[in-house]
T-cell receptor, first 111, second 114 residues
Framework: DTEVTQTPKHLVMGMTNKKSLKCEQH?????MYWYKQKAKKPPELMFV???????INESVPSRFSPECPNSSLLNLHLHALQPEDSALYLC??????????FGNGTRLTVT | RKEVEQDPGPFNVPEGATVAFNCTYS??????FFWYRQDCRKEPKLLMS???SGNEDGRFTAQLNRASQYISLLIRDSKLSDSATYLC???????????????FGRGTQLTVWP
């Protein structure tokens, strides 16, 4: 069982759709992350929120828009994605220098 | 140059074998180090942190050599359930920040056969 919950588990969307990925943790962690992972590749950092403020954006295209409504929630809004954006999207959280706790991920397919 | 370099394998070993994975990192400012395990189509899960003095958790031993910027993971008495991809992870802190960026190696694939 993971303490970081991601929904949905699977998502299929067209290139003109708007959708959102959701992530929730109740461990009191103040840093939350979005990672993208393609098949047979390591996770790649997209965004980091620290104390609900965006701290790191790894030059992610604007068709990905993160949002942190409160300390427990992290969203990733998707709009006008491309087929090459199909991947496993992982949310993670941590406190200070502790290791990351990952959610189960959302497997996204863009058609 | 990648922040973390890792031999992708695959490593195919029989049950009971001892296997070692290695990883090098390029940024000397790296401050914390981890091994994660990832099963097929699942999320990465923390296997163990890596400390300068070396640390052991059951059949798993992790070593860190800061001078050589090298991390290793040793698995003794391999089990079928050890089959997975093992990811070397390095945490680099921005100057003056308590927030780090985790960089993942590409992962080493291990298959343990009966």
């Amino acid at each position: 069982d993971t303490e970081v919950t991601q929904t949905p588990k699977h998502l299929v969307m067209g290139m003109t759709n708007k959708k959102s990925l959701k992530c929730e943790q109740h461990m009191g962690h103040r840093a939350m992350y979005w990672y993208k992972q393609k098949a047979k590749k390591p996770p790649e950092l997209m965004f980091v929120y620290s104390y609900e403020k965006l701290s790191i954006n790894e030059s992610v295209p604007s068709r990905f828009s993160p949002e942190c409504p409160n300390s427990s929630l992290l969203n990733l809004h998707l709009h006008a994605l491309q087929p090459e954006d199909s991947a496993l999207y992982l949310c993670a959280s941590s406190q200070d220098s502790s290791p990351l706790h990952f959610g189960n991920g959302t497997r996204l397919t863009v058609t | 140059r990648k922040e973390v370099e890792q031999d992708p394998g695959p490593f195919n070993v029989p049950e009971g074998a001892t296997v070692a994975f290695n990883c090098t990192y390029s940024n000397s400012a790296s401050q914390s180090f981890f091994w994660y395990r990832q099963d097929c189509r699942k999320e990465p899960k923390l296997l163990m942190s890596v400390y300068s003095s070396g640390n052991e958790d059951g059949r798993f031993t992790a070593q860190l050599n800061r001078a050589s910027q090298y991390i290793s993971l040793l698995i003794r008495d391999s089990k079928l359930s050890d089959s997975a991809t093992y990811l070397c992870v390095v945490n680099i802190y921005d100057r003056g920040s308590t927030l780090g960026r985790l960089y993942f190696g590409r992962g080493t694939q291990l298959t343990v056969w009966p």
